[in-house]
């Protein structure tokens, strides 16, 4: 026999505070009742109280023991004594139930079934699940990148089951070390005896590191599944325009042999709308892959309009979950320019060296105040403002969107305000201007440059934006410094810095996703969203961007002027085969060695001992005092009280 809930000494401590409470109780004398009589008449109520004494000895001893009795009885079933030894008590399992993205792939030919190694997961799991004794609980857990709880320990057996059936291969590689340790966590929160933790899978985990790793539990059981399967897949592609001529994409294609021999593979590319209709050949190549290593493989394809970029990997293997990948290419961005000049050559170069610029060239009096984009205003005072962002060069004083407060002549330019992104990069101030207009500035106003007198270029934020220049940049000294068209570029970046962003395209897998940005970014700059436009939480150390994505999906990330877009369709597959160690259990268990011999007692306890209360009350408790023999009344008769006073008197 043993105690589940308390320990002895324990037992001891409560049984014993009880009994001396129940013994001193026995110990004191109430000698005042109350009584019930017909009248009080001839009764007056007694000058000094009853004192109240305190037995030496206790009268009722069978009482008193069969009370004890009783508590000792209720303290044992609160104690859960149990028939048996503690070993074979109902114990608390762990199934971790291995649900990773390679649990997809197909063990053999449809001659034989076809069946994935989730297929026979669930049924390993299930076998394990029969194989334990009918007291254990049991409580599955399903292991990917995450370790998810699918039930509680529960002792209904249905329960479990249907939760193993109803499990399926998720889209990331397993995380071991975390599922195990989970396990170990959830087992001690209960004062239960811990049971096995038994993991069923091939054992394929993500890249983990041994020496950081926590030695595996001593209860552990490993129910493997063999997955001797041949598999080349796509692990990465990344694209982005390239610098030189942007109307190029520049594709890189990075493809891994997960088996043990060799394979020559064929990289496909197609470019379209959406679906497989429409669809044209962007690229071809042939490639090797020995056993566990990498290939690359880069293609370039031209194109501005926007479409769906596929990947394919042929011929198919038993994983074909890795042979295809899909990316959005968005279109290439253009910033629609409207110029009103009567002297459109001097702003032609400087817009025509950008190729997301489409400027269009008209005269003052085609002026419309309702163009889109950006509006720049040669020296012309519009009647009306545009109602879009505008950049005014040189206007004259009535009429300018920001006050000009004073004329300066042969003004020598003194400073570039380096925070603001419209002066980025500028540094020259060797040069004088014949006329320039200074501006009085807003509080808010951005003053890109500077003469002595005050600003001459201001940029006003807001919607829309406004820039004025007080000089023509082209019919000035500047005009011969290699500042001028960096100027108009920083302006028109300022004014539509989405048109101008630089953007690159990565197809992956989901899971744990690594950005090395090309510069370093302050963390309010940077914005990580989902496809939905939820944000997506992120570590950021020195230049290294971290984020997890846990399904398959689109992440767009926003630093400074870059923009990243993220096709995670791909499934994150394993790095490393897991060794158990040599001391786990492994297979499934024979039912015979699990057979339980304990039994409960604390049902027929409690009853017992509620019994011993209830007789002990009928016995000797106000019930039978109810019909008893008539107590001592404390109260006298008046008779009695003046026969006692004429004796005092006669003394």
């Known amino acids: 026999m043993y105690f589940l809930n308390l320990s002895f000494l324990q037992f001891v401590a409560v049984f014993g505070s009880i009994s001396a409470i129940s013994v001193a109780l026995y110990l004191l004398d109430r000698s005042r009742r109350k009584q019930v009589v017909s009248t009080l008449r001839f009764w007056v109520a007694a000058e000094e109280p009853t004192v109240a004494a305190r037995r030496r000895r206790i009268q009722q001893p069978w009482s008193l023991l069969l009370q004890l009795v009783s508590m000792g009885l209720l303290v044992l079933a609160l104690a859960q004594l149990r028939v048996g030894t503690p070993a074979q008590v109902g114990r608390d399992h762990v199934i971790i139930l291995d649900t990773s993205s390679w649990m997809s792939a197909r063990t053999g030919s449809a ?39 699918a039930t509680a320990f529960e002792p209904d057996r249905r329960k479990v089951e249907s939760a193993i059936l109803a499990s399926e291969a998720g889209s990331t590689a397993l995380n071991l070390d975390r599922a195990l340790a989970f396990a170990r966590h959830i087992q001690g929160q209960d004062g239960r005896r811990a049971g096995e933790i038994a993991f069923i899978g091939p054992g394929r985990t993500a890249a983990r590191d041994p020496g950081t790793a926590a030695a595996p539990p001593r209860n552990l059981r490993v129910i493997g599944i063999p997955d001797n399967i041949e598999n080349v897949g796509l692990r990465k592609v990344g694209m982005r325009r390239s610098p030189a001529e942007p109307d190029i994409w520049e594709i890189y294609v990075s493809t891994h042999n997960y088996g043990t021999r060799p394979h020559a593979v064929t990289l496909l590319l197609t470019f379209g709308p959406p679906g497989s209709a429409g669809r044209v050949a962007a690229g071809r190549r042939s490639i090797t892959l020995q056993p566990g290593t990498d290939v690359e493989a880069s293609f370039e394809y031209r194109t501005n309009a926007a479409g769906i970029l596929g990947v394919s990997l042929t011929p198919h293997d038993s994983f074909p979950a890795d042979d295809h990948a899909e990316l959005e290419l968005p279109a290439q961005p253009r910033l629609a320019v409207t110029v009103y000049s009567n002297q459109p050559e001097l702003l032609r170069p400087v817009l025509a060296a950008n190729t997301r610029v489409a400027a269009v060239y008209r005269k003052p009096q085609e002026y419309r105040a309702n163009d889109q984009g950006l509006v720049i205003l040669d020296r012309f005072i ?5 109602a879009a962002d505008s950049i005014w060069i040189d206007p004259p ?20 305000d380096s925070e603001h992104p419209a002066a980025a990069g500028l540094r020259t101030r060797d040069f004088k201007l014949d006329r320039v207009s200074v501006f009085e500035a807003g509080a808010g106003d951005g003053r890109i440059g500077e003469v002595e007198a005050g600003p001459v270029i201001v940029a006003r934020p807001g919607k829309p934006k406004i820039v004025v220049l007080g000089f023509h940049p082209v019919l000035s000294g500047m005009r011969y410094e ?18 101008f962003r630089q953007r690159e395209l990565s197809g992956g897998s989901v899971g744990t996703v690594k950005l090395v940005m090309d510069q370093q970014t302050a963390p309010p700059d940077i914005k990580v969203t989902g496809e939905d436009g939820s944000a997506v939480p992120f570590t950021l150390h020195d230049r290294t961007l971290n984020f997890f ?19 995670l369709t791909l499934p994150e597959l394993w790095d490393s085969k897991w060794e158990p160690p040599a001391d786990a259990h492994q297979g499934i268990p024979r039912f015979q060695q699990m057979t339980e ?37 404390v109260m006298r008769s008046r008779t009695q009280d003046a026969a006692l006073n004429s004796a005092e008197a006669r003394r």
């Open 111 to 149: 001659r034989s079934g076809n069946r994935t190694l989730m297929d026979i997961g669930r049924e390993r799991a299930r076998q394990y699940l029969h194989a334990l004794p009918g007291r254990d609980r049991v409580m599955l857990v399903r292991a990917d990148a995450l370790a998810t709880p």
């Open 382 to 386: 519009p009647p009306q403002r545009p």
């Open 397 to 416: 004083a009535a009429g300018s969107p920001i006050p000009i407060r004073t004329v300066a002549e042969q003004a020598q330019f003194t400073r570039w």
């Open 482 to 499: 290699l500042g001028t068209p960096l100027l108009f570029a920083n302006l028109l970046r300022w004014i539509s810095p989405e048109i």
């Open 549 to 567: 994505a846990g399904t398959p999906g689109g992440v767009r990330v926003v630093a400074g002027d870059r923009e990243y877009l993220y096709s």
């Open 597 to 633: 011999s304990s039994g409960d007692l604390w049902p027929w306890l409690a009853l017992a001992g509620g019994l011993g209360l209830l007789a002990e009350w009928l016995l000797y408790g106000r019930f039978r005092r109810g019909f008893g023999r008539p107590r001592t009344l």
